[in-house]
C-alpha cells in the first residue's frame, strides 16, 4: 500500500517570497510516480508538476519545483516568488507506474495563504 | 478544449434517494476515475476504469455502483444515498501521467 504525508496544515508566506511544501511517501513499489495539484477556494484541481522515481533530475515547471530526495523519500514542492493568487491548498500524490490505472494516493494537503 | 466535464455541479438528495453522477471526456484517456473529497481531507478513489469495459474497486467502494459507458462515459450511481456520503465528487481522466481533473459535484445528503 502507499501512503502520503504532509505534515504542514498550514502556512503563510509573503508575497515574492519562496515557500516549500513538504511530502513524505511511503511505497514497497520500485516504480512510481510523484505529483503536486492546486486546489483553489474555487474548488478544481491543478495539476501542476510530476516526477517519475527514475527520473535523474528534479523535475520543473516555471516558479514550482520538486525537491526529489528518493533515499528519504520526500518530494517537497517550492514555489518560487510567491503570488496572492498561489493561495490555495496542495495535495502531493503518487501512483504505481503501471500500463493503465494508475490509481492516485492523495495526503491530506497543506493550506497556504500568501500575504501582501 | 472541454476537457473532464462533470454534471450535475451541485445536488441535494434525501436519505435512501438514488442518484447517478455523470463524467465525459474529450480527451480519449483510456482510464477513468471517481474520487470523493470530503472537508479538510485528500481525495480517495471510489472506483476506476483502466480501460472501456473494466471497472475495479478503489479505497471506498461501498455504497457506490459505477458503468464505463463508452470511452468518453464513466458514471458513478448512489443506490440509496446516506448522509455519510455527503461530499465533493470528482472525475479524472488519463493516458499514462498525469490525471486531469473535471471541477467536481458537490453532493450533500440530508
Known amino acids: 500500500a502507499q501512503k502520503i504525508t504532509q505534515t504542514q496544515p498550514g502556512m503563510f508566506v509573503q508575497e515574492k517570497e519562496a515557500v516549500t511544501l513538504d511530502c513524505t511517501y511511503d511505497?514497497?513499489?520500485?516504480?512510481?510516480?510523484l505529483f503536486w495539484y492546486k486546489q483553489p477556494s474555487s474548488g478544481e484541481m491543478i495539476f501542476l508538476i510530476y516526477?517519475?522515481?527514475?527520473?535523474?533530475q528534479n523535475a520543473t515547471e516555471g516558479r514550482y519545483s520538486l525537491n526529489f530526495q528518493k533515499a528519504r523519500k520526500s518530494a517537497n514542492l517550492v514555489i518560487s516568488a510567491s503570488q496572492l493568487g498561489d493561495s490555495a491548498m496542495y495535495f502531493c500524490?503518487?501512483?504505481?507506474?503501471?500500463?493503465?490505472?494508475?490509481?492516485?494516493?492523495f495526503g491530506g494537503g497543506t493550506r497556504v495563504l500568501v500575504k501582501p | 478544449n472541454a476537457g473532464v466535464t462533470q454534471t450535475p455541479k451541485f445536488q441535494v438528495l434525501k436519505t435512501g434517494q438514488s442518484m447517478t453522477l455523470q463524467c465525459a471526456q474529450d480527451?480519449?484517456?483510456?482510464?477513468m476515475y471517481w474520487y470523493r473529497q470530503d472537508p479538510g481531507m485528500g481525495l480517495r478513489l471510489i472506483y476506476y476504469?483502466?480501460?472501456?469495459?473494466?471497472?475495479d474497486k478503489g479505497e471506498v467502494p461501498n455504497g457506490y455502483n459505477v458503468s464505463r459507458l463508452n470511452k468518453r462515459e464513466f458514471s458513478l450511481r448512489l443506490e440509496s444515498a446516506a448522509p455519510s456520503q455527503t461530499s465533493v465528487y470528482f472525475c479524472?481522466?488519463?493516458?499514462?501521467?498525469?490525471?486531469?481533473f473535471g471541477d467536481g459535484t458537490r453532493l450533500s445528503i440530508l
Open positions: 480527451m480519449n484517456h483510456n482510464s
Open positions: 500524490a503518487m501512483n504505481k507506474i503501471k500500463a493503465a490505472g494508475n490509481k492516485l494516493t
Open positions: 516526477q517519475g522515481s527514475y527520473d535523474q
Open positions: 511505497t514497497s513499489d520500485p516504480s512510481y510516480g
Open positions: 479524472a481522466s488519463s493516458v499514462g501521467q498525469p490525471q486531469h
Open positions: 476504469s483502466a480501460s472501456e469495459g473494466t471497472t
